[in-house]
């Protein structure tokens, strides 16, 4: 039978806890600092009251009082968790009956908006070819590679994963069956996502005209012993398919030299695809299903986007809508 023990102060219990922390689970110095932070915070919110004699209500207040004062929620969430380990410790150690913070739920996160690039500027991120890279002047691929990448990721609202599994077209051979492909007679894209879901995508004029003009010198790139490079749709200088951190690279580094003014990365130009297609279509299920979103919920956040473009559009034109 478990011996239980009794410590004769809160602090003497914090600080066995934090010893605890360091020597039997290893936690790192920065961590620790930051539970002793959360824990005597704590402490000193429960005034006259041992941490034993807390309640569920009680410690509830409490989260609704660092709420209160602007605490982000993510950082109350980080104390709540903090405050759970010690109280399931607690209860070890002493045989406390209860974890007073058990099912205490931090406030809910407001929901950041996607950022999405203006159609102007999405379309001239797109359609302006890139530069090749300061050392290699004399790289004329990568440009063209860019440009259908880009073209790619605007016209069809792929994941950037989405776009570096691409094969040239769908492949069956010994080991090895292609996932995703693309298909430009029929100007659509077979793609594999998230849950090993399969949908098809079609595939902008704009965007079918970049990659046939890649294809046309992409087999300069392909190397004889790279077998995945040969079936991928976008490989690199050496003849392998292309990572997700170079597209990234390649991407920011372009809108950076066009002077756009958000860290454009590749779910930027998946934003916006969204957003773009939904103010100009309303269809909110239809681009559910481009964007392989399995749930209704996860494109609704897009109709918040769509408003807010109406909602600038209306502050700008309408006559009432100003502040004398």
Same mark, same amino acid.
């Given at each position: 039978?478990?011996?239980?023990?009794?410590?004769?102060?809160?602090?003497?219990a914090?600080?066995?806890?934090?010893?605890?922390?360091?020597?039997?689970?290893?936690?790192?110095?920065?961590?620790?600092?930051?539970?002793?932070?959360?824990?005597?915070?704590?402490?000193?919110?429960?005034?006259?009251?041992?941490?034993?004699?807390?309640?569920?209500?009680?410690?509830?207040?409490?989260?609704?009082?660092?709420? %209160?004062?602007?605490?982000?929620p993510?950082?109350? %969430?980080?104390?709540?968790?903090?405050?759970?380990?010690?109280?399931?410790?607690?209860?070890?150690?002493?045989?406390?009956?209860?974890?007073? =913070?058990?099912?205490?739920?931090?406030p809910?996160? %407001?929901?950041?908006?996607?950022?999405?690039?203006?159609?102007?500027?999405?379309?001239?991120?797109? =359609?302006?070819?890139?530069?090749?890279?300061?050392?290699?002047?004399?790289?004329?691929?990568?440009?063209?590679?860019?440009?259908?990448?880009?073209?790619?990721?605007?016209?069809?609202?792929?994941? !950037?994963?989405?776009?570096?599994?691409?094969? !040239?077209?769908?492949?069956?051979?010994?080991?090895?069956?292609?996932?995703?492909?693309?298909?430009?007679?029929?100007q659509?894209? !077979?793609?594999?996502?998230?849950?090993?879901?399969?949908?098809?995508?079609?595939?902008?004029?704009?965007? !079918?005209?970049?990659?046939?003009?890649?294809?046309?010198?992409?087999?300069?790139?392909?190397?004889?012993?790279?077998?995945?490079?040969?079936?991928?749709?976008?490989?690199?200088?050496?003849?392998?398919?292309?990572?997700?951190?170079?597209?990234?690279?390649?991407?920011?580094?372009h809108?950076?030299t066009?002077?756009?003014?958000?860290?454009?990365?590749?779910?930027?130009?998946?934003?916006?695809?969204?957003?773009?297609?939904?103010?100009?279509?309303?269809?909110?299920?239809?681009?559910?299903?481009?964007?392989?979103? %399995?749930?209704?919920?996860?494109?609704q956040?897009?109709?918040?986007?769509?408003?807010?473009?109406?909602?600038?559009?209306?502050?700008?034109?309408?006559?009432?809508?100003?502040?004398?």
């Open positions: 039978m478990r011996t239980h023990q009794a410590f004769q102060s809160d602090e003497a914090i600080n066995a806890y934090l010893d605890s922390l360091l020597t039997q689970r290893k936690l790192s110095g920065h961590t620790i600092d930051n539970y002793r932070r959360d824990l005597f915070q704590l402490h000193e919110m429960s005034k006259a009251i041992t941490l034993k004699e807390l309640t569920h209500h009680q410690i509830r207040r409490f989260v609704s009082k660092l709420h %209160a004062s602007g605490m982000n993510r950082s109350i %969430a980080r104390k709540l968790s903090a405050w759970r380990g010690f109280y399931q410790w607690l209860a070890e150690q002493t045989g406390l009956p209860f974890n007073p =913070a058990e099912t205490i739920k931090p809910r996160q %407001a929901k950041t908006l996607p950022k999405a690039l203006s159609v102007d500027d999405a379309v001239q991120l797109v =359609a302006t070819p890139s530069s090749p890279p300061h050392h290699a002047q004399e790289d004329t691929l990568t440009p063209v590679c860019n440009r259908a990448m880009f073209e790619l990721l605007y016209s069809s609202g792929l994941r !950037v994963s989405e776009l570096t599994g691409l094969d !040239v077209r769908h492949i069956r051979e010994d080991g090895y069956t292609s996932f995703s492909w693309i298909n430009l007679d029929d659509e894209l !077979v793609v594999t996502g998230k849950g090993n879901k399969t949908r098809i995508v079609p595939i902008g004029l704009a965007a !079918v005209d970049a990659i046939r003009t890649w294809l046309s010198v992409r087999n300069q790139l392909v190397q004889p012993n790279e077998p995945d490079g040969l079936r991928a749709l976008f490989i690199n200088q050496r003849g392998r398919r292309m990572t997700p951190r170079i597209v990234q690279m390649r991407l920011k580094a809108a950076k066009l002077g756009l003014p958000l860290n454009v990365h590749p779910h930027v130009l998946r934003h916006s695809f969204a957003s773009h297609v939904l103010q100009s279509s309303g269809d909110l299920r239809a681009v559910q299903e481009m964007l392989g979103h %399995a749930s209704i919920a996860s494109t956040i897009y109709t918040a986007l769509d408003f807010q473009h109406l909602a600038q559009i209306y502050d700008a034109a309408h006559p009432r809508a100003k502040k004398k």
